[in-house]
């Protein structure tokens, strides 16, 4: 529970509508939060008008009629809702080296590269200078509101893995890399200011490393260290290391090696949720805080309660950091044709507890009305800012015939399937899938690396059988109807050995994706990594029976 405002002021500290601020730089921050939120609407047309005024002089907003104007209204009634392959000709264009005022009337400093797709491509978002000045503004703010929730923070360092790519360049000569990368080697990183709440173990030297090996080695390295606090040979520190990572179980390794970690600062929204049993095994039970939300396009908003269970997540978003808008999300609607109307989208302010919405922003950088393809669920305000719990990614993953199963799906059919490994102290390391044509008909393939506790047994085939009869079960009612007729062939689980998963890092690494950003894809399609995986089975199992479907229930 926090202070009172009596205790606060004879600690020299000072209560504010989120909390006891821990100090007086974090009472200023802590304020710009409630000031943004208190007046989230208008903070949105002024930035709108702001973004339209910044690129008055660019094409894109000429050729559609947008000149010299700066109303929400025109905006909404000449700007078009578009998607990444939609702007692709303007990004070629800036990629390729021409530098007239093609989406911005602010030069196009450098692409950030998105984490990549099912299919490997990586797509190339173009920013300015002045980004990084709102997103080290929008981490200026998460200690604050950190300090709110767990005390003495400012009493030890955090050991963070933090990792660059060797970046590329564009034909016309413009840096493409990571939106971390490029934070990281900015000058507001490497001469940030010292803050006594937010101290890295790792040296600048060692997040700089291109080389990710040797840059994890250093830092956990630079993180066993900084236990014994002086930077010197220890022997009994070596011993105390060694004996920890020689037991029989690493359970709550974590603690063990850290006896005064205080939390897990981690992403375990979304698809990153099937981790959360893992991280809970090695951790010993550490709360995870999931701090903000944010992508290569644009950093949306912050955790306002940052401590709270990984199921309760919510993300405030910051109006200042974006001019954002929400397209209602139906996933029984029918798909829209050509010849429909173009979608009616909803400012923040209007949003509606309890709906999904996918996210629409207009970007500084020139980025109009672009889907960004995330699925968010409202669920509540802080002051007049919404709240939004991440569900998903929009795109399908798997399809066969007329079935459609989605990231969120998928994740809910795997995680019921191990289930039935729990007996067998086995669970899900890791898995991805493919829909395989080449089967008449075709079928879903989920691929599955185990992780075996000591002392465990790896479950028999009668198990992955029906593991693969539990995951089809939890699918929707379209594919159940689709394997009781003759549109869909059973769900297969190729289970792989150990290791697969990060031999598919390895290469997406190596192919150009960042170790920070990168998430293992939760559906394939290109050719070498299925090749890879295919390479590494070492069984393969079918779903033994048509699961239940009735055409009365969904």
């Not at 926090?2 to 509508?17: D, F, M, Y």
């Not at 990153?272 to 893992?278: E, F, K, L, N, W």
């Not at 199921?311 to 954002?324: A, Q």
């Not at 960042?514 to 079918?542: M, T």
Request: aromatic share 10%; with cysteine.
């Amino acid at each position: 529970m926090a202070p009172t405002t009596a205790t606060a002021a004879a600690v020299g500290t000072k209560a504010t509508a989120l909390g006891v601020a821990a100090c007086e730089r974090d009472v200023e921050k802590l304020e710009f939060i409630e000031d943004k939120t208190r007046n989230f609407d208008a903070e949105q047309v002024r930035v709108l008008a702001e973004i339209l005024a910044r690129n008055n002089g660019a094409e894109y907003l000429r050729r559609h009629g947008m000149e010299g104007r700066t109303d929400r209204l025109a905006f909404k009634a000449c700007v078009p809702v578009v998607t990444y392959e939609d702007l692709r000709p303007e990004i070629e264009r800036i990629a390729n080296g021409d530098r007239s005022n093609i989406i911005s009337s602010h030069p196009i400093t450098e692409f950030l590269t998105s984490s990549g797709t099912s299919a490997g491509e990586r797509k190339l978002m173009p920013t300015i200078e002045d980004e990084l000045n709102r997103r080290q503004m929008l981490y200026s703010l998460l200690m604050p509101v950190m300090n709110l929730y767990v005390p003495g923070l400012d009493k030890g360092k955090g050991l963070y893995f933090l990792f660059i790519k060797s970046e590329t360049k564009t034909p016309g000569g413009l840096p493409a890399r990571p939106v971390l990368t490029s934070y990281y080697k900015s000058d507001h990183f490497k001469h940030r200011p010292y803050d006594p709440y937010n101290v890295y173990t790792s040296p600048t030297a060692a997040i700089l490393c291109t080389d990710s090996f040797q840059s994890m080695y250093s830092q956990m390295l630079c993180g066993l260290v900084a236990r014994a606090e002086v930077l010197r040979p220890d022997a009994g520190l070596a011993d105390l290391v060694e004996a920890e990572c020689g037991k029989e179980s690493w359970e709550g390794i974590i603690t063990r090696v850290w006896p005064n970690t205080k939390y897990l600062d981690v992403i375990v929204t979304g698809a990153m949720a099937q981790y959360i049993p893992t991280l809970k095994y090695y951790s010993g039970g550490l709360p995870m805080a999931c701090t903000m939300y944010a992508s290569s396009e644009c950093y949306f908003g912050l955790n306002l309660r940052p401590m709270c269970d990984p199921s309760e997540v919510s993300y405030t978003i910051m109006p200042n950091m974006g001019y954002f808008e929400l397209l209602p999300h139906d996933p029984d609607a029918v798909p829209p044709s050509r010849d429909d109307p173009p979608p009616r989208l909803l400012d923040l302010a209007d949003a509606e507890v309890g709906r999904d919405y996918e996210l629409v922003i207009t970007t500084y950088a020139g980025l109009c009305r672009y889907r960004v393809g995330d699925i968010l669920h409202v669920t509540g305000f802080h002051n007049a800012a919404p709240q939004f719990r991440f569900v998903r990614r929009k795109n399908v993953l798997l399809s066969v015939d007329s079935d459609k199963t989605d990231e969120a799906e998928l994740q809910a059919a795997v995680e019921r399937a191990a289930r039935l490994l729990a007996p067998y102290d086995a669970a899900i390391a890791e898995y991805t899938s493919q829909a395989d044509a080449t089967t008449i008909p075709g079928h879903y393939v989920v691929y599955w690396e185990l992780m075996v506790r000591e002392g465990g047994a790896s479950p028999d085939a009668a198990v992955f059988e029906r593991c693969c009869l539990e995951m089809e079960e939890a699918l929707n009612a379209v594919y159940r109807q689709g394997r009781n007729g003759d549109a869909i062939g059973p769900l297969e689980i190729r289970v792989v050995r150990g290791g697969t998963f990060e031999e598919v890092m390895d290469y997406a690494i190596s192919r150009g994706a960042s170790i920070n950003q990168y998430k293992a894809p939760r559906c394939v399609s290109f050719g070498p990594i299925i090749e890879l995986l295919n390479s590494r089975v070492v069984s393969s199992h079918f779903s033994p029976a048509c699961p239940t479907y009735s055409p009365h229930k969904k």
